[in-house]
């Protein structure tokens, strides 16, 4: 059972370029989300899935898009990298409200 | 604004003892609150939750307290552990879970 998984660990970018940050999980939860973490800020959440199909924004949606096409996967694009997306991604998914998510272990991104 | 506040960078403890981690919150809306434990280079752990109906939930260990009148929440560790030493951070939600808001973490230290 692999939980959440997310690829890649790492990844440099230059300013302007785009790229696709991948998430899946194989434990058939519903609920899916991507959030980034900032020195001294704690986790912000970018955007969020109910289900298949079905996404919506977070707190910081500027400047990423999500899609949720299958249960098990929920990609998050960078349309157009900038350097204040230099931050790292988190992926989580649940099974249903009133249990906690649990994470993948982080894409840590650079935009240059 | 932050609506979740972790108001202590960091906390040190002698092994054996207690550690209490605080965190404060401005929305009562929030009808949901968490604690996660994040190692470096992972994601965040799920540790214990707590719904707005109860004051305290207790799970080994941990214990969480909620004081609703002064908007307070604290995590409890007994005894503490030197495999305690990680990030905590304090979550809260509206009833359906769908968005965390949460603190910027607290650096917990467990001493041998």
């Known amino acids: 059972n692999a939980g959440v998984t997310q690829t890649p660990k790492f990844q440099v970018l230059k300013t302007g370029q785009s790229m696709t940050l991948q998430c899946a999980q194989d434990?058939?939860?519903?609920?899916m989300s991507w959030y980034r973490q900032d020195p001294g800020m704690g986790l912000r959440l970018i955007h969020y899935s109910v289900g298949a199909g079905i996404t919506d924004q977070g707190e910081v949606p500027n400047g990423y898009n999500v899609s949720r096409s299958t249960t098990e996967d929920f990609p998050l694009r960078l349309l157009s990298a900038a350097p204040s997306q230099t931050s790292v991604y988190f992926c989580?998914?649940?099974?249903?409200?009133?249990?906690?998510?649990?994470f993948g272990s982080g894409t840590r991104l650079t935009v240059v | 604004d932050q609506q979740v506040k972790q108001n202590s960078p960091s906390l040190s403890v002698q092994e054996g003892r207690i550690s209490i981690l605080n965190c404060d919150y401005t929305?009562?809306?929030?009808?949901?609150f968490l604690w996660y434990k994040k190692y470096p280079a992972e994601g965040p752990t799920f540790l214990i939750s707590i719904s707005s109906i109860k004051d305290k939930n207790e799970d080994g260990r941990f214990t969480v307290f909620l004081n609703k009148s002064a908007k307070h929440l604290s995590l409890h560790i007994v005894p503490s552990q030197p495999g305690d030493s990680a990030v905590y951070f304090c979550?809260?939600?509206?009833?359906?879970?769908?968005?965390?808001?949460f603190g910027a973490g607290t650096i917990l230290r467990v001493k041998s």
């Open positions: 989580a998914s649940r099974q249903s409200p009133n249990y906690g998510y649990t």
């Open positions: 929305n009562s809306m929030f009808d949901y």
């Open positions: 979550a809260a939600s509206d009833e359906y879970g769908n968005k965390l808001v």
């Open positions: 434990m058939n939860h519903e609920y």
